[in-house]
C-alpha cells in the first residue's frame, strides 16, 4: 500500500471513529498482549538479525532518491541533532529499519518526533525507552531480556518497527488502528492525528 492509500484509509477510519480531535497527546505505551507461537518467532527472528543498516539498491535511480532523501532531512534535523555524524548514522538507520520492516521512513521519522522528539535516551512514565519509546517487556518476550539495550540506535529501532509492522498485520493494514495500538490508545483519534501531522511534513521536502 502507498503512502497516500495509507493516509486515506488512515482519515476515513478516524473519522468514522468520531474526528480528528485536537488535545494533547498522551503518554502511553505498548501493552503486553498474548502472542501466537508463530507471531512471537516472527517478531523474535526479526529482530535479532543485526546486521548493521547497509542499503541495496536495484538502480541508480534508487540510489539517486535515497540520497535526496538523506540530504534534505539531515538539513532539516541540523537544529535537532547538530552533530553530522550522528544524524547521518541516525538517518541511515531510520531509512533501513523502516524499509526492511516495510514502513514509510517519513512515517517513522514522524512516530519518533511524536514518541521522543527525537531524544535517544527518553523514559517514558510508562517506562518506554529510546527514540520510537518502546516498552522493556518486549526484551523479555521476544528478546534477551536486557532492557539497556533499548537506548541502543539500531536496536531500538528495529524494535519499534518491527513492533508497528506486527500491529498493522495484526490490524489489517489499518493505520489508525496499528498506531493506536502503539501507543495503547487504540479506538482514539489524538495519537494517531498526531503521528500523521508529523509523517505528512516529513514527506514534504525542505
Known amino acids: 500500500m502507498t ?4 493516509a486515506h ?16 497527546v498522551a503518554a502511553g505505551g505498548q501493552k503486553e498482549e498474548a502472542l501466537g507461537d508463530s507471531v512471537r518467532l516472527a517478531l523474535s527472528n526479526a529482530i535479532t538479525d543485526a546486521r548493521p543498516p547497509k542499503p541495496q539498491f536495484e538502480d541508480i535511480n534508487q540510489r539517486i532518491s535515497y540520497l535526496n532523501w538523506l540530504g534534505d532531512k539531515s538539513e532539516r534535523l541540523k537544529k535537532t541533532m547538530p552533530h553530522d555524524k550522528a544524524r547521518r548514522e541516525f538517518l541511515e538507520t531510520v531509512w533501513y529499519e523502516a524499509k526492511r520492516a516495510g514502513l514509510e521512513p517519513s512515517l517513522v521519522l514522524g512516530l519518533i518526533q511524536v514518541e521522543s522528539a527525537f531524544r535517544k535516551y527518553a523514559v517514558s512514565k510508562a517506562k518506554a525507552h529510546g527514540y520510537m519509546q518502546v516498552m522493556p517487556f518486549w526484551t523479555r518476550v521476544v528478546g534477551d531480556g536486557d532492557r539497556r539495550k533499548l ?23 489499518n493505520l489508525f488502528f496499528a498506531l493506536g495500538r502503539y501507543n495503547g ?17 516529513w514527506e514534504k521536502k525542505s
Do not use: D, K
Open 9 to 24: 484509509r488512515f482519515v476515513t477510519t478516524a473519522l468514522l471513529a468520531g474526528a480528528f480531535v485536537c488535545l494533547p
Open 151 to 173: 537506548f541502543h540506535l539500531q536496536t531500538n529501532l528495529r524494535y519499534g518497527c518491527s513492533i508497528l509492522r506486527m500491529y498493522l498485520e495484526m490490524e489489517r493494514g
Open 185 to 201: 490508545s487504540r479506538g482514539r483519534a489524538e495519537y494517531p492525528q498526531a503521528v500523521l501531522s508529523a509523517w505528512r511534513r
Open 3 to 6: 503512502t497516500h492509500q495509507w
